[in-house]
C-alpha cells in the first residue's frame, strides 16, 4: 500500500464526497475485495482512508512488514483466491467467512524481525538490477522514437510543392492527401465463444499472445463479446492513442471491446500507418481529439473512430510505403534483441523475488543465520540508482555478445 497525492497517474479520479470511504489505522489489513485473489492487499502505512469497495481489518503482526510479505506470498494469494467466488474471474468477490478459515502459520517475533531484514537487502539488490534494466528499455525506446520521428522530418526533406496537411506539413508532389476512414475502415466483430485467443497490445511489441503477460489466463467464457481481430488489421488503444498504442494483427485472436480494430484499404501498408501515428507529431493531433475527462494521455480521454476518421492522412504510393516501413523496421531490428533480453530478464527476476519471498516467508529457507551478518538497513534505493551507471554498462556489453 502507498499514500496517494493528487499528482499520481492515477485513472480512478477521487471524489468530492469521501462520505462513505473507510478508516484504516496505520498496521490494519487493507483488502481490495475483488482484487484479493490477485493479490491486492497490504497494512495501512499511515493513518488514512480507503475506497469503500475495501475491506478494513485490525492486524496482529509482532512485526507488520512480515505479515505484509506473508499475506502477499504467492501461498497466501492463492488462499486468498480460493475464498473467493464470483460469476467470472475478473468479478469475484472475497467471501468473508471462508477468509476467516484461512490458517496463517507465524514464526517468533525474532525470526520475523530475521526474515523482514533479510528480504530488505535482498529486494534492495532486486530492484537495482530491475531499474539497470529497465533504464536500458527506456533508452532503446527513446532511440525507437527518434527513428519513427525521423518518418515526419523525411516527409518534410521530399516535399516539393505538393499538398499540406496541417497537423504534418508539406508532402511530397506524388503524395495524396486521404481521410484516415477512407484507408482505415472500423469493424466490429464480437465474438462467440471466446476461443480465438486474447491479444494484448503492448508499446513495443505491439499485439501479443496475452498469456505471455499473466499468470492467470482468462477463461473462454469470460471473453465473449471480445473484438475479433484478423492479420493484417490496425489495433488502436483509444485510451492511449495519444502515446502511439497502436498495432498491427499478426494473427487472428481477440482484443478488448474498448479498442478500435480496423481494416485496410487497397494500397495500403497497415506498417507504414503504424509508425506514422507514433511519431510526436501525430500523437499531438490525437491528444488534440480525444475527448472526455482529463488532460492528455491521464484521466477518461479517449480517440474515438468518429473523430478519428475523419483526420487527413498522407497517402504515398505503395511502393514508397514499403520502403520506410523497410528502413524504419530495419532500424528497429538492431534494438530488439536487447529490448526482448532485457525484459525477459525483468520477468525472471520478478518471478525470482516471489519464489524467494514464499519461500522465506514459509520456513522453506531459513535466513537467520545470513539476516544477523546483515546491517539493519540496506542500501537505500535512491543511493543504489546512482550506481546504476556501471552496471547499465554491464548490460550493455552483455547485449552484444
Given amino acids: 500500500m502507498f499514500v496517494r497525492s493528487n499528482e499520481d497517474a492515477n485513472q480512478n479520479s477521487i471524489p468530492e464526497d469521501l462520505g462513505k470511504y473507510k478508516v484504516a489505522r496505520s498496521g490494519d489489513l487493507v483488502v481490495n475485495k475483488m482484487k484479493a485473489w490477485q493479490g491486492s492487499l497490504g497494512l495501512a502505512p499511515v493513518d488514512g482512508i480507503v475506497s469503500p469497495?475495501?475491506?478494513?481489518?485490525?492486524?496482529?503482526?509482532?512485526?507488520?512488514r512480515f505479515g505484509e510479505y506473508l499475506l502477499r506470498s504467492k501461498p497466501y494469494v492463492a488462499k486468498f483466491a480460493a475464498a473467493s467466488d464470483g460469476v467470472r474471474i475478473g468479478q469475484w468477490d472475497l467471501d468473508i467467512p471462508r477468509?476467516?478459515?484461512?490458517?496463517?502459520s507465524l514464526p517468533q517475533a525474532e525470526e520475523q524481525a530475521a526474515i523482514v531484514r533479510y528480504l530488505a537487502h535482498a529486494n534492495a539488490r532486486i530492484d537495482k538490477a530491475i531499474a539497470a534494466k529497465c533504464?536500458?528499455?527506456?533508452?532503446?525506446?527513446?532511440?525507437?522514437?527518434?527513428?519513427?520521428?525521423?518518418?515526419?522530418?523525411?516527409?518534410?526533406?521530399?516535399?516539393s510543392g505538393g499538398r499540406?496537411?496541417?497537423?504534418?506539413?508539406?508532402?511530397?508532389?506524388?503524395?495524396?492527401?486521404?481521410?484516415a476512414k477512407r484507408l482505415l475502415k472500423e469493424v466490429d466483430r464480437r465474438?462467440?465463444?471466446?476461443?480465438?485467443?486474447?491479444?494484448?497490445?503492448?508499446?513495443?511489441e505491439g499485439l501479443v499472445d496475452a498469456n505471455e503477460f499473466t499468470e492467470t489466463p482468462i477463461p473462454p467464457e469470460d471473453l465473449v463479446g471480445y473484438k475479433i481481430v484478423h492479420p493484417g488489421e490496425l489495433v488502436m488503444n483509444r485510451m492511449r492513442a495519444s502515446i502511439g498504442l497502436f498495432g498491427v494483427a499478426k494473427t487472428t485472436?481477440?482484443?478488448?471491446?474498448?479498442?478500435?480494430?480496423?481494416?485496410?484499404?487497397?494500397?495500403?501498408?497497415?506498417?507504414?500507418?503504424?509508425?506514422?501515428?507514433?511519431?510526436?507529431l501525430a500523437m499531438a493531433e490525437f491528444r488534440r481529439r480525444s475527448n472526455g475527462l482529463g488532460t492528455g494521455?491521464?484521466?477518461?480521454?479517449?480517440?474515438?473512430?468518429?473523430?478519428?476518421?475523419?483526420?487527413?492522412?498522407?497517402?504515398?504510393?505503395?511502393?514508397?510505403?514499403?520502403?520506410?516501413?523497410?528502413?524504419?523496421?530495419?532500424?528497429?531490428?538492431?534494438t530488439l534483441p536487447i529490448r526482448s533480453r532485457a525484459s525477459r530478464e525483468i520477468t525472471l527476476l520478478q518471478e525470482f523475488r516471489a519464489r524467494l519471498v514464499a519461500d522465506v516467508v514459509t520456513g522453506q529457507v531459513d535466513v537467520r543465520g545470513i539476516a544477523a551478518t546483515l546491517p539493519d538497513a540496506p542500501e537505500s534505493f535512491e543511493n543504489a540508482v546512482l550506481t546504476i551507471d556501471d552496471e547499465f554498462q554491464e548490460v550493455l556489453s552483455e547485449g552484444e555478445n
Fill in 99 to 104: 477468509m476467516r478459515n484461512i490458517q496463517v
Fill in 253 to 280: 485472436g481477440l482484443v478488448s471491446p474498448d479498442y478500435s480494430t480496423m481494416t485496410v484499404a487497397d494500397g495500403v501498408d497497415p506498417h507504414f500507418y503504424l509508425h506514422l501515428f507514433k511519431t510526436d
Fill in 53 to 64: 469497495a475495501y475491506f478494513v481489518f485490525e492486524a496482529d503482526f509482532d512485526v507488520p
Fill in 297 to 334: 494521455s491521464s484521466g477518461f480521454m479517449r480517440l474515438y473512430y468518429e473523430d478519428f476518421g475523419p483526420i487527413a492522412l498522407p497517402l504515398p504510393p505503395i511502393e514508397e510505403q514499403r520502403r520506410v516501413v523497410q528502413d524504419i523496421q530495419g532500424q528497429h531490428t538492431e
Fill in 164 to 179: 499540406e496537411i496541417s497537423w504534418l506539413g508539406a508532402l511530397p508532389y506524388t503524395w495524396l492527401v486521404v481521410p
Fill in 191 to 204: 465474438s462467440k465463444t471466446g476461443r480465438e485467443g486474447l491479444l494484448s497490445l503492448r508499446m513495443r
Fill in 135 to 159: 533504464r536500458l528499455i527506456s533508452l532503446l525506446d527513446e532511440l525507437d522514437r527518434s527513428v519513427e520521428n525521423g518518418l515526419a522530418g523525411s516527409i518534410s526533406s521530399m516535399a
